[in-house]
């Protein structure tokens, strides 16, 4: 059984212009410890797809189509219900570390929430699981990156702290909108490398949104080519590429 299934996905967006089809027609599947990378220019639909099935759409969106994990229908779930699957089943890793992590909240306190939102810890319980998740991602001195601040931490860094909280709740479904684009070469493949690592440990399956084809081929089983909101080829990497 597929771990996420979308079928004939479709996303439009009421604007002032008139309606905007954003995702057409789009179908998917996703097993058990398989990475999937989407690919496509700028507007394609990519990360709309993906915040369809976290339940991230705007407002003025209109989903239609089946979204389903583990069999149960989750596309248009209210918030309540939605709040249970978010972060505990199916977590994201957005794409500016920088805007996403709060600047007034140190790294350990802002890690550790997490814990004490979905899973109900202590604040000390919460900040020692916070703890044990930076050195999971193997950031340096963590003891002492704990009482940071964002703008403290390199892009890096910031990146390392949102694959950490990601990866909080023990999720089934890592979704990974472009996590690498701002960090140097370097950087990038340290980081491509502890997802490797992680998925391996863990068998979480990841959706990996991205522009590099050089980060798809090191890090996907199967790739999605989006263009205009459809899809227009997919299949296994070495299929594709070939």
Known sequence: ???????????????????????????????????????????????????????????????????????QEILNLPDERMNKIRSNKISMIFQDPGSSLNPVMKIGDQVGEIFRIHLKMSKKESLEKALEMLKQVEIPDPESRMLTYPHELSGGMAQRVMIAMALSCNPDILIADEPTTALDVTIQSQILNLMTQIQKKTETAIILITHDLGVVAEIADKVLVMYCGQIVEQGDVKTVFN
């Not at 027609?25 to 990360?47: C, H, P, Y």
């Open 1 to 71: 059984m597929n771990l996420l299934e979308v079928n004939n996905l479709k996303i439009d967006f009421e604007t002032p212009e008139g309606l905007v089809k954003a995702v057409n027609d789009v179908s998917l599947n996703l097993a058990n410890n398989e990475s999937l990378a989407i690919v496509g220019e700028s507007g394609s639909g990519k990360t709309q797809l993906v915040f369809s099935i976290l339940g991230l759409l705007a407002k003025n969106a209109t989903a239609t189509g089946s979204i389903k994990y583990e069999d």
